[in-house]
């Protein structure tokens, strides 16, 4: 190798440390905020969703519950659910979902309300059993929540209406089951598809909706 060779080398590998490798400029910093948000958003906050949600289901409810897997965009603020199932306290399957996709965006500063491009629920699956006249299993689900404790200004304010725009809210493919133990002779009756699409649901003042509800 040259001497001019090996001087242009060290020459950029100086000026690389300088320029952008140097803790003392902003621009590193720009660097290193940019790739924690990255990594943080690709890796470590699906990490974190799903066992915080897990754990939260398991220890307020008493009951347990499966995620396949998380997806998080951190640049195009979308988040996916793969395979979540909820299993009652006696282990049948009491709620489920294929897939769920939020995409929330940026505008909801512009609006000044939560805003969202697309929330679609793919193959939501609810298990609905009734026991006696005013016992069933959504009840005992209920029964188990625990009671928020709220101030006084906090219970106030949960009253306003929030404000909300979705673009596009859909269920794709559900389905259920009804079973009721009240007769003699128990019943079963399977309920689906059930297909929701609704278009600009929203909770702001001089906007409108259009939505449109399909259920077989």
């Given at each position: 190798m040259k001497a001019t060779d090996t001087d242009s080398s060290k020459t950029?590998?100086?000026?690389?440390?300088?320029?952008?490798?140097?803790?003392?400029?902003?621009r590193f910093w720009g660097i290193f905020m940019f790739l924690a948000?990255?990594?943080?958003?690709?890796f470590l906050v699906p990490y974190l969703v799903k066992n915080e949600i897990i754990d939260l289901i398991q220890?307020?409810?008493?009951?347990?519950?499966?995620?396949?897997?998380?997806?998080?965009n951190p640049f195009k603020?979308?988040?996916?659910?793969?395979?979540?199932?909820?299993?009652?306290?006696?282990?049948?399957?009491?709620?489920?979902?294929?897939?769920?996709?939020?995409?929330?965006?940026l505008s909801s500063i512009y609006h000044r309300a939560w805003t969202f491009d697309e929330i679609?629920?793919?193959?939501?699956?609810?298990?609905?059993?009734?026991?006696?006249?005013?016992?069933?299993?959504l009840g005992h689900l209920l029964a188990d929540m625990p009671a928020p404790e709220e101030s006084r200004e906090e219970a106030e304010s949960s009253r306003s209406r929030p404000r909300l725009l979705i673009h596009q809210l859909a269920i794709r493919e559900g389905h259920g089951l009804l079973k009721d133990n009240l007769p003699l002779n128990s019943?079963?009756?399977?309920?689906?598809?059930?297909?929701?699409?609704?278009?600009?649901?929203?909770?702001?003042?001089?906007?409108?909706?259009?939505?449109?509800?399909?259920?077989a």
């Open positions: 950029k590998s100086k000026t690389l440390r300088t320029l952008w490798l140097n803790p003392r400029r902003k948000y990255t990594l943080a958003g690709f220890e307020d409810l008493g009951r347990t519950a499966s995620i396949e897997k998380v997806q998080v603020l979308n988040l996916r659910f793969f395979g979540f199932s909820l299993q009652d306290s006696d282990g049948e399957r009491l709620i489920s979902f294929d897939q769920l996709h939020v995409n929330l965006q679609t629920l793919t193959g939501p699956y609810l298990l609905f059993e009734r026991y006696a006249r005013e016992t069933s299993r019943v079963e009756l399977p309920l689906g598809p059930i297909n929701v699409e609704i278009q600009q649901l929203n909770t702001l003042p001089g906007r409108d909706g259009r939505q449109t509800v399909s259920i």
